[in-house]
């Protein structure tokens, strides 16, 4: 990645002389994020695939013997989950956790798994391989804090309603306390546009890859919220320089506990899979292999 001059380019320290970790010009360098043996932020492209939540055993083991089998990298599941409403499934908790851990020593696949507690860190990087700091925790400032200190991959997804100064100055209160593994997620923001769940901002991958040298993926499935946009989408990602995708899979979309109307099936997977490696090659990348 070169570093071009960027009129957008505002300095993420306004008034500060101390240079800020998360910038390309304090570190010119790509980060490159290893999560479990798979890197993320070099040349080849990660993909993140599962359900949005763990719901049972059999549904997350197929899910992800299947995700497998059509080459994904790593495996997304929920144990705790931010649900808007109270009374709608809260994930499994240490269950799902138990579950994650179980399938990724038959399938090899790391895990990426959310956290929303600063008291349930431990338990959470006791099982995952990368912690998830969803959107809506964003800007929860001593749960930055607490992730930076745990010595494992944090991905952090853009907050829905932050800009790229906000998304940046979040990663870093992570960097601050000495955690460098971080990846930038692009899911989606909130416009006036209702046709969407929410508004995929593709613009924010080149230009948060000017401006930080952290890796970037995207998230077409919260970007969207529709099932059928998802492939486009996520072939529009790799195509504007995006270093991976998570996607949610489940093995019964119509049935899902959580986001089921945005979830591909396991066969819709397997097909964008071969598409994708067709877009990461016109663009001289591939996608990584386990
Ligand atoms: C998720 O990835 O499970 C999730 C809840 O996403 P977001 O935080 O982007 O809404
Ligand atoms: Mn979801």
């Known amino acids: 990645m070169t570093m ?25 360098e790509d980060t490159i994020v290893n999560i479990n043996g798979m890197k ?36 997304r599941g929920g144990a705790f989950k ?28 790391p895990i990426v798994t959310e956290v929303m507690d600063t008291r349930q860190v431990e338990l959470v990087a006791s099982y995952a391989d990368m912690i998830q700091i969803g959107s809506r925790n964003m800007q929860n400032y001593p749960l930055l804090k607490e992730v930076g200190l745990c010595r494992k991959p944090i991905l952090l997804k ?26 930038l997620c692009e899911r989606g923001i909130r416009t006036f546009e ?49 270093d991976g995708l998570i996607m949610e899979v489940h093995y019964n979309p119509e049935e899902a506990l959580c986001d089921g109307y945005q979830s591909l099936s396991l066969r819709e997977f397997d097909q964008l899979m071969i598409s994708l490696n067709k877009i990461a090659v016109a663009v001289g990348r591939n996608i990584s292999k386990l």
């Open 4 to 28: 071009e001059t960027n009129p957008c380019d505002k300095p993420v320290n306004k008034g500060s002389s101390i240079p800020s970790r998360v910038s390309r010009k304090t570190k010119p």
């Open 40 to 75: 993320v932020g070099g040349s080849d492209i990660v993909v993140i695939a599962g359900p949005c939540a763990v719901e049972s055993r059999e549904q997350l083991f197929e899910t992800a013997r299947s995700v497998r089998t059509s080459g994904a990298n790593i495996l």
């Open 82 to 109: 931010p649900r808007s409403s109270p009374y709608n499934f809260q994930g499994l908790g240490e269950d799902g956790l138990k579950l994650l851990s179980e399938i990724r020593e038959e399938t090899g696949l």
């Open 158 to 183: 853009r907050g829905m309603m932050a800009t790229i100064e906000e998304f940046l100055l979040a990663a870093e209160y992570i960097l601050s306390q000495g955690n460098d593994q971080i990846v």
């Open 194 to 242: 209702t046709s969407t769940r929410n508004t995929l901002d593709l613009s924010a991958v080149p230009m948060l890859k000017s401006r930080t040298h952290l890796p970037v993926i995207v998230d077409p499935s919260h970007g969207t919220g529709i099932r059928w946009m998802v492939p486009s989408m996520a072939r529009a990602a790799i195509a504007v320089g995006a």
